[in-house]
């Protein structure tokens, strides 16, 4: 049974909740200056509401006698009751009331379009409290006939008294604590967080009552009908680089998004997810460095976006993510595509210029992404046995030889190692398919999906290594039929030139062919990057199936049975000089081919020079 009961009101330590809001809500100590200016903003914003021709300005005043910094704007002031009823109230505020179309008073300046204002919670005043033991705010109403005066330090009681006041308008003034002291004789430092966050306020703000404004304002990525090139003189001008190209971006579904985004000429370093896009709600700036708004693949992309729908974090310092953040995540990663889809079709050598200057980034990308990839069929180039191909253009080349090949529509034959890439496009010179030339790995795994892309489609392609042992290498690109491994003895003898051996017929005049394929060391850059954590995940995975593969990992050479000397020596014993001949003939092809020589082969060569010099004039003395 009970035996009382009684109803007790909710309290707040205000103390305690002023001292959390300025050690933890904002991570910044200049965000107060950014939350004065957008009461400021607010207010001028409603006074337009009643004075359509009214466009107000903001005055931010700095007083190193007094140790203060104030906030000065002509909007539409504060009545004694809502001094009373939102200054001090935490969590309360006009601007929430009129956004949430509340119950406003009569000096709300009526609901008019909520979209313009920017504060909702009823905090941010309270942020002064970082910089500032006292905040003294004297105003008037437009309607009002006197003003008020209204003071609080943190933890006091609150003051508020009559005021004469002629002009409408407020002043809060931040008495500062001695750390933040230089905020009153540091116009620098007040200015940069005015152009932090409030450039595109479009209001303008004036420190210490120069003539000239601070803000920015007039953005031409924010006119509702942009012109591309104004659009591109003003990015240029505001974020100190050429771009390589525009995405112009206006879209008012599922949200509205407005701005431009464009390809930056710097190099994006590895396969970050940072993105250096800037965001603004209701043109105040959010984030400078919006994470995981633009697609983790275009890292590339900088710019502004005015985001008017989407809701800020309390501390402003960030995007809430909604439903409705998801939503317009994925309508710029559209727009970003049908941007680049345009341009194939419009300009497809700009296209081609985005691509190629960011091309590891593309290709890194589009290994994981099916639509990317899509996009970089037509653009992506590579360099090939017949002059450099775009993807598309490879595989449609890439036709199967049909009198050896029955299984594959298609055999891309590709060389990973630059130092052959000229005797590669020798060999296919006269041949109708080209050989690609993939030096960098993640470009041959690239070039394998796009060949998978196509498998799923029905087109059976097979990549090849431009190298004998690959099948029909031999047949089809050399025209060597008879291509065998040299028998066990004749393998055991050059086994230092560390090659495998193979004997075939071809041309008279050429004893061997040497080709190329050090792989491991393209592995261990592989290694090297992963342990420097710069691979995706997915990525690394490919790689892994990549070099698991049954392709050969060594070098290889072909031994002429046409030709006189070697097939002279092949019918000789090991051991005979001739046999010697053809092994520094074998390594010397191999040298030429830029491999490099063992410390067994080396010594190999010396005592193989040695035997045949003894055997032409005899032993020395
Ligand atoms: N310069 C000003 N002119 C007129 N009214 C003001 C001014 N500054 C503050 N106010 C009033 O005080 C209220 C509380 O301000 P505060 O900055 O705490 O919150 P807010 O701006 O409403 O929301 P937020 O916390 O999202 O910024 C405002 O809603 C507004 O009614």
């Not at 069929?377 to 598309?392: E, I, K």
């Amino acid at each position: 049974m009970t035996q009382w009961q009684r109803h007790i009101p909710f309290k707040v330590d205000i103390a305690g909740v002023i001292d959390i809001m300025g050690a933890s809500l904002y991570s910044r100590p200049d965000t107060p200056i950014r939350e004065m200016l957008q009461n400021a903003h607010d207010a001028i914003m409603r006074r337009r509401r009643t004075d359509l021709d009214f466009r107000g300005r903001i005055d931010v005043v700095q007083n190193a006698d007094e140790h203060t910094i104030s906030f000065q704007d002509d909007g539409i002031g504060l009545t004694p009751e809502d001094a009373e009823d939102y200054l001090g109230t935490v969590g309360a505020g006009i601007t929430g009331l009129i956004k949430r179309s509340g119950d406003v008073p009569d000096s709300a300046g009526g609901l008019g379009d909520r979209g313009d204002l920017i504060g909702q919670f009823g905090v941010g005043l309270f942020s002064a409290f970082m910089l500032a033991d006292r905040i003294v705010v004297e105003s008037r109403h437009d309607a009002a006939d006197h003003g008020i005066r209204w003071e609080a330090g943190a933890g006091t009681e609150i003051e508020l008294m009559e005021l004469d006041r002629a002009a409408p308008g407020t002043v809060v003034t931040l008495y500062l604590k001695p750390e933040y002291r230089f905020l009153s004789t540091q116009p620098e430092s007040v200015e940069k967080a005015i152009r932090e966050y409030a450039d595109f306020l479009p209001i303008p703000i004036y420190l210490n009552r120069q003539a000239k404004r601070v803000n920015v304002i007039h953005a031409a990525w924010f006119e509702p009908s942009q012109d591309r090139e104004a659009t591109e003189l003003a990015l240029q001008e505001y974020f100190d680089e050429a771009p390589i190209d525009v995405i112009p971006i206006r879209v008012e579904k599922p949200a509205s998004i407005a701005g431009a985004l464009y390809v930056t000429p710097q190099r994006v370093p590895g396969f970050t997810d940072q993105s250096a896009v800037m965001v603004t709600v209701r043109r105040m700036v959010i984030s400078r460095k919006i994470q995981g708004l633009v697609p983790a693949w275009a890292t590339f992309l900088r710019g502004c976006l005015e985001l008017h729908d989407c809701s800020p974090t309390t501390s402003r310092e960030d995007l809430v993510r909604d439903d409705l953040f998801e939503r317009i995540k994925s309508s710029l990663e559209d727009l970003i595509f049908s941007h680049f889809s345009e341009l194939a079709k419009s300009d497809p050598t700009r296209l081609e210029a985005v691509v190629n200057w960011h091309r590891y980034t593309f290709a890194g990308a589009a290994l994981e992404n099916g639509r990317l990839r899509g996009l970089l069929r037509h653009c992506y180039r590579l360099p090939t046995s017949h002059g450099s191909l775009t993807l598309d253009e490879i595989l449609k080349r890439s036709v199967a030889d049909s009198l050896y090949e029955e299984e594959a529509d298609r055999v891309v034959w590709y060389n990973t190692d630059r130092r052959q890439e000229r005797w590669v496009n020798t060999l296919f010179a006269e041949h109708e398919v080209p050989c690609v030339h993939t030096f960098r790995s993640f470009e041959e795994s690239l070039l394998a999906q796009c060949a998978h892309d196509d498998n799923a489609k029905g087109t059976v392609t097979d990549l090849r290594i431009a190298t004998p042992s690959a099948p029909n290498f031999a047949t089809t690109i050399l025209g060597v039929s008879d291509l065998e491994d040299i028998e066990p003895r004749w393998r055991e003898f050059l086994e230092h030139v560390n090659a495998k051996i193979l004997v075939g017929s071809f041309r008279r005049d050429q004893p061997v062919m040497a080709f190329l394929n050090e792989r491991y060391e393209l592995a261990r850059s592989f290694d090297e990057m992963k342990q420097r954590g710069e691979i995706p995940r997915g990525f690394q995975r490919l790689i892994e199936s990549h070099f698991k593969s049954d392709v050969p990992q060594e070098n290889e050479v072909i031994l002429n049975r046409n030709h006189p000397m070697i097939s002279r020596a092949l019918s000789q014993k090991p051991g005979m000089p001739l046999s010697s001949v053809m092994r520094l003939i074998v390594i010397n092809a191999l040298n030429s081919a830029g491999a490099a020589t063992p410390d067994s082969a080396r010594k190999q060569q010396t005592d193989d020079l040695d035997w045949i010099a003894q055997c032409l004039w005899g032993k020395d003395g």
